[in-house]
């Protein structure tokens, strides 16, 4: 295995907050259960209380000392993203956002004010989120992208999906806006001379629960490749890069450093030309302050 940056690289984390939206599965809980273990207070920002705590029982049995709190977090539902945000920004400072939650490829589902889901989700209510409490985040905000974002392009003639939905170039497109969104937060929390950086990361192909809505031969398949893929644990390493890397800088993407950024130990990703557009970005940004209601302000 190349040299890269895994779990064990993590130092001491004690006294920081780091707020995990979907903490509760696959790489956000193990993101937030090494940084339970180096001594953080992980805030768990996820949709289901239930779950939520099953998850920090799950964190306490390694960790038993854990500092774990519960944040409800929607992000299928703009307004309950207002409540989570003034919940947050009602407490304390956080030093970083990690930006984990999503969907991917799922039947064609709309949220609440009625967007296509996996944008909806993967990029509107992340953008909402990050942008109401973004002046709270002292240090980093980490947005987790995906290798699909490489086939992406934005949609902006039919960003709600109305006319057609094919749910692989759907999830790409959510992707790419990830990184978009990164790109130009971190080109304008500099330009407003804020020390908070923003970081992109992905997690190359990780076992996780975003895998059940594989079409069953494939899904079928995924114990058979396992071998090749990152764990979930695994999958997490570039989150934490991300997150608590000494020589991270804002703008930077990280991912695995084995064969096709697939697997392995974590370092500098590639992003594709598209995703590093600021005039794209820009337009993305517009356009998702007219559908959010949400300008950051930056």
Known sequence: MSKGFTADDVSAQTGRTFLVTGANAGIGFETAKVLAARGAHVAMACRDAVRAEAAMDRIRADTPNAE?????????DLDQVRE???AVLAGPRVDVLINNAGVMIPPKTLTKQGY?????????GT?????LVHGHVEDRIVNTASLAHKGGT???????????YHKLPRYQMSKLANLLHMFELDRRLSAAGRATQAIGCHPGVAITELTRHLPFPLRGMTPLATPFF???AQGAWPTLQAAT????QGGDYLGPQGLGEVSGRSGPARATRTARDPKLARELWERSVELTGVDPGI
């Not at 774990?68 to 299928?76: G, H, K, R, T």
């Open 154 to 164: 934005i949609d902006f003639s039919d960003l709600a999906a109305t006319r057609s």
């Open 84 to 86: 989570a945000a003034a």
């Open 68 to 76: 774990l709190s519960f944040q409800p977090l929607d992000l299928a």
């Open 116 to 124: 296509e889901l996996q944008f909806g989700v993967n990029h509107l």
């Open 230 to 232: 990152n764990s979930a």
């Open 127 to 131: 953008f909402a989120f990050t942008g």
């Open 245 to 248: 890397g000494a020589h991270v």
